[in-house]
């Protein structure tokens, strides 16, 4: 992770304690999860425990602490995707790929995460890859899809 | 040349000739990344209107003649909220899109967002103006891209065409629109998680009163709005309060999208005016239900809505109509289920996704959530007892009165509604140790019918267990020790020749 990037980040929401969920995502964006240390250096700089950063690192969804493999596979699991068959497409993905949910690849290929409505509920089930989406998922085409990325 | 057939109109097609666009009306009509397409149509008209002609307190009547209410859930009517927040004492005031849309299975909000950015920000100048904000804040899902990317084009091209910023065309009007994007925590849609949200804390709510047109961010008086809501105002000071109040119901005036989805023909964003059938959603604009099989229900407003039955098609959907029915209107989900969907399983996945989302704070909810999808998860996996569905007969209500905010004031209702409509499901899952529509994996074996399967191999392959023997040609097996009733063979198979039993 480098400081001086984050250090920008926190420029950009002028350190403030109100921006810190925003540092947080911007922090995400950039390293595709939110190490340790960047939590630390954002309680220094800003001025509030290390404690409240984590709060609010472990309170919102979208943060995730672990690193996250090279592709981001979210498996839809809203209601529409649910009756459709959602889970059974996120059973495939875990299965196929050996990791459990959450969980990276030993390869660093994948990481599958499981999300509530990317809202394209009318393609159900659904599954994104990175910005990617692919509607109308079986366990068949699934497979497919995950083939495409290295 | 004469077409033997033209091209059929936009209203003979059975999807959108029952449908009223208001909210909608620009939709697939612009390129929602040129303001002056939407200008070109009837954008930025009301904005003067609004600004140069009309006081305050004159668009306030207006809305409240519209008897607008609120699409994001509850219903409050619009025009009486922002004359609250216009009365409360103070200098600062805010006004906050909420454009966290939370609800699984439900996308009005992004499409507004995606195909008409400018009639948001157009309602949101307007409601500014109204409650004596300047400053606006657009919480927009970070799970929208697209989203988010087109509303700070619109808002930068609003800017650049004075129709955003200080002395809005020279009225001295000044407003200023922030975006916030959320963390996705889904709790953050009630009002005061949201407030806490925007301040940088974790989206806990507290307890109203104070509400926030009194106390709202930073402490200051705050009007929260619906992106829905707020779509609809330049068109109601366009053409009138009472123009939109001649559509509807009694109590629920205008039109309302409907986000169908689930097992039906066409799924879609659906706008109609309240008071329009269930049953004319569902079967004449959604087509019915695919692939020949029974309608069962319809699960209206999200994880705190409630499933209606098949005897109940012709309610008209209101607000009121609907609370009766034990569900509610919500944001506007509209997810059909046919007779392949378990209701106990639907109960289960709402409680499971509001156990994950509790936010934690007060017992009722994070516990009382808890030991109800403990329950449901005994019934789906055939460990279910009367005694337990007694014990969630008498925790559902309770949960729902000693929550503190609405998450958990209404996270029985899934249950109530399922247990009201459908308690021969439950008694089919705790008593015979069965799932009727197949669903519940522990209850249920998968089969092969001899009769239609031609051993062409194909579900073998499929099968990750290697649980189907049987040669080329020849029918095949499931062994059911082996099988792990992920469903692979039936969904490959060409024949319909596996069962559920």
Same mark, same amino acid.
């Given at each position: ?28 964006? *950039? ?63 875990? #299965? ?19 999300? #509530?409505?990317?809202?394209?509920? /009318?393609? !159900? ?26 | ?38 200008? !070109?149509?009837?954008?930025? *008209? ?51 899109? @909420? ?93 005061? !998680? ?17 509400? $926030? ?26 053409? /009138? ?24 023909? @066409? ?5 109609? $005016? ?111 007892? *009367? ?37 021969? *499901? ?33 579900? #073998? ?32 198979? @060409? ?7």
């Amino acid at each position: 992770m480098d400081a001086e990037r984050l250090d920008g980040i926190m420029r950009r929401h002028d350190y403030a304690p109100s921006g810190v969920i925003a540092m947080l995502q911007d922090l995400q964006r *950039e390293e595709r999860y939110l190490p340790l240390e960047g939590l630390r250096l954002i309680a220094e700089r800003v001025g509030i425990p290390a404690s409240r950063v984590y709060s609010l690192a472990t309170f919102y969804r979208s943060f995730s602490l672990k690193p996250r493999g090279r592709h981001l596979v979210s498996v839809c699991l809203g209601t529409a995707c649910h009756v459709r068959g959602g889970g059974r497409i996120m059973d495939k993905v875990t #299965r196929d790929l050996g990791t459990p949910q959450g969980e990276m690849t030993p390869d660093g290929r994948f990481t599958v995460e499981p999300v #509530r409505c990317v809202g394209c509920c /009318g393609l !159900a089930p659904v599954v994104t890859v990175d910005e990617t989406f692919y509607g109308g998922m079986t366990q068949q085409k699934v497979a497919g899809v995950l083939r495409r990325y290295e | 040349m004469i077409l033997a057939s033209p091209l059929p109109r936009l209203e003979d097609v059975p999807f959108f000739a029952h449908q009223r666009l208001v909210v909608m009306r620009h939709r697939g009509r612009i390129d929602p990344e040129r303001i002056d397409d939407y200008i !070109a149509l009837d954008g930025y *008209e009301a904005l003067p209107k609004a600004l140069l002609e009309m006081t305050p307190e004159k668009i306030i009547g207006e809305v409240k003649t519209s008897l607008l209410r609120g699409r994001g859930g509850a219903g409050f009517p619009t025009g009486v909220k922002w004359e609250l927040c216009r009365k409360a004492p103070g200098e600062r005031k805010l006004l906050i899109c @909420n454009a966290d849309e939370g609800d699984p299975g439900e996308f009005m909000d992004r499409s507004v967002l995606e195909a008409d950015p400018h009639a948001v920000l157009e309602g949101m100048v307007i409601a500014g103006h109204a409650i004596g904000a300047g400053e606006g804040i657009l919480y927009v899902r970070d799970e929208y891209p697209l989203a988010l990317r087109r509303m700070q084009v619109a808002i930068d091209q609003a800017e650049a065409y004075g129709l955003l910023g200080s002395d809005i065309l020279g009225s001295g009007h000044s407003f200023r629109i922030r975006v916030i994007r959320g963390g996705g925590a889904f709790v953050c849609g009630e009002e005061t !998680a949201l407030i806490a949200s925007v301040e940088g804390r974790a989206g806990r709510p507290s307890p109203r009163p104070p509400f $926030p047109a009194q106390r709202g961010v930073w402490g200051f008086p705050t009007t929260i709005n619906n992106v829905e809501t707020l779509a609809c105002i330049p068109a109601i000071l366009l053409r /009138g309060g009472a123009w939109y109040a001649s559509m509807g119901t009694e109590t629920s005036k205008g039109t309302k999208v409907f986000s169908l989805v689930g097992k039906v023909k @066409n799924t879609g964003l659906v706008e109609v $005016p309240m008071g329009t059938s269930l049953r004319r959603i569902v079967f004449d604009i959604g087509g019915g239900i695919p692939d020949g099989k029974r309608f069962k229900a319809v699960q209206s407003g999200g994880p705190s809505g409630g499933c209606i039955p098949e005897g109940l098609l012709d309610l008209p959907v209101d607000y009121e109509a609907l609370t009766k029915a034990g569900a509610i209107m919500g944001s506007g989900g509209l997810i059909v289920m046919d007779e392949t969907s378990c209701m106990v399983d639907v109960a289960r996945y709402f409680l499971g996704f509001l156990m994950e989302e509790s936010c934690g704070k007060c017992t009722p909810c994070r516990e009382g959530i808890l030991r109800m999808h403990e329950i449901l998860t005994d019934f789906t996996e055939g460990r279910g007892t *009367e005694a337990q569905l007694a014990l969630l007969e008498e925790l559902a209500p309770v949960v729902k009165d000693a929550s503190l905010c609405a998450l958990g004031g209404t996270a029985s209702n899934p249950v109530l509604s399922t247990l009201r409509y459908f308690r021969d *499901e439950y008694k089919a899952h705790i008593l015979d140790r069965r799932c009727p529509a197949g669903v519940c994996r522990s209850l249920i074996t998968y089969v092969i019918d001899e009769g239609r399967c031609t051993g062409c191999m194909v579900c #073998r392959r499929a099968c990750p267990a290697e649980a189907i023997s049987g040669g080329k040609r020849k029918p095949h097996r499931i062994d059911p020790e082996r099988c792990v009733k992920c469903g692979a063979c039936r969904e490959s198979c @060409n024949f319909d020749a596996v069962r559920v039993a």
